[in-house]
């Protein structure tokens, strides 16, 4: 069925004998559809680079660092100077620095673990990923096993938790996050919280790009998003609540 908004009250006119009001609508119903595939387009462009980054240029650049340490064993046994050798082993040395980038960011571009393990272990993933980019405290911990939702709400849910831990590192600045997932009163619920600067009490919360798309995601699965300061200790919570319910096809009402 499809659904019609309503244009500005100012243009309703009324039939009063008859007990009607008449306004012009437009129809919304292929816009919501078109905003939606735009995220799976996004998304799937996001798991194709990352796939391209670790297939192809990690291969290369792994390649290239085989073919540099073999040269290095060779100058050190040819007598080669110290300087030599010493540029040869740092140009392997960049490479291996290199290999590790790429595959960091092909890791961030996907969301490893969830089509085989599911969002939990998509999400311990992320937790270990920050740990090891961010050199911060990141843990991942679920109250209630919720077991395997809906493809397309763990595909959202896994962006919503990517998107709030960027945005904990690069604006918050935190140091310590937590990813937690779990259950109450008959909702999910997907909880990622820090310790960074927060947001100042006498403003509204942020509505970046960022937020935008996360509440998007949020309503594309009958969910919402809320984020507040924290009132003890400073920071950030992101929370998003989803429906249990029909975990088989639960999409928003456009």
């Known amino acids: 069925m499809k659904t019609f908004q309503s244009l500005a ?9 008859r007990g009607e009001i008449y306004a012009p609508a437009r129809d919304i119903t292929d816009r919501k559809r078109f905003e939606r595939e735009i995220l799976e387009i996004l998304d799937r462009e996001k798991e194709r680079l990352g ?14 660092s085989a073919l540099s340490a073999t040269l290095a064993r060779k100058l050190a046994r040819s007598g080669a100077t110290a300087d030599d050798q010493t540029a040869a082993a740092e140009i392997t040395r960049l490479l291996n ?16 673990g969830l089509s085989e393990g599911g969002l939990e272990t998509a999400l311990e993933t992320l937790a270990l990923d920050v740990r090891h980019l961010f050199r911060a405290s990141c843990a991942f911990a679920c109250d209630r096993p919720l077991g395997r939702l809906d493809r397309e709400a763990e595909r959202h849910l896994f962006r919503i938790a990517q998107e709030a831990v960027n945005n904990a590192v690069a604006h ?11 259950a109450k009163s008959g909702e999910g619920l997907l909880t990622v919280l820090d310790n960074g600067v927060g947001m100042p009490e006498s403003l509204r919360p942020p509505d970046g790009i960022g937020l935008h798309n996360m509440a998007y995601r ?7 998003i809320e984020v507040r300061r924290r009132s003890r200790g400073g920071g950030t919570t992101v929370l998003c609540a989803f429906p249990l319910s029909g975990r088989s096809g639960t999409r928003e009402t456009p």
């Open 172 to 182: 918050g600045k935190a140091k310590r996050i937590e990813i937690r997932l779990g």
């Open 9 to 17: 009250t100012g243009n309703a006119r009324s039939v009063v004998d």
């Open 218 to 224: 949020a309503r594309l699965i009958g969910g919402r």
């Open 51 to 64: 796939r391209e980054l670790h297939d192809g240029l990690c291969q290369t650049l792994a390649g290239i």
């Open 97 to 112: 620095e290199a290999i590790g980038e790429a595959r960091d960011m092909a890791r961030g571009l996907g969301a490893v």
